[in-house]
């Protein structure tokens, strides 16, 4: 079982920063690929970004790419999102994931959800 906690989400004016952190519970950390997802009003949760178990690969979003960036300390059980030049069709409630059977995952095949953290930038 993996309990996953985010935090550091917030409003911010369009071209600014924020820096999303998820921390996970459990000794298993290291055995999960991890990855972000994000929920606008009115439609289906997408992917957003992946980073795989040892931290060495990840991948994103063509709408995020060159923007976001997700890195994980292994030691702390934690994963980050930086997201950087943020856009108002940025706006949504940005999930942390886990998951154990690839690190290329859909929203239908991961394990472990966080509870949800809102980020909205305004124009």
């Known amino acids: 079982q993996v309990q996953l906690v985010e935090s550091g989400g917030g409003l911010v004016q369009a071209g600014g920063s924020l820096r999303l952190s998820c921390a996970a519970s459990?000794?298993?950390?290291?055995?999960?690929?991890m990855g972000w997802f994000r929920q606008a009003p009115g439609k289906e949760r997408e992917f957003v970004a992946t980073?795989?178990?040892?931290?060495?690969?990840?991948y994103y979003a063509d709408s995020v790419k060159g923007r976001f960036t997700t890195s994980r300390d292994n030691a702390k059980n934690t994963v980050h999102l930086q997201m950087n030049s943020l856009k108002p069709e940025d706006t949504a409630v940005y999930y942390c994931a886990a998951y154990g059977r690839s690190w290329m995952v859909v929203a239908d095949e991961v394990d472990y959800w966080g509870q949800g953290t809102q980020v909205t930038v305004s124009s």
């Open positions: 980073i795989n178990w040892s931290g060495g690969s990840t």
């Open positions: 459990g000794r298993t950390f290291s055995r999960y690929a």
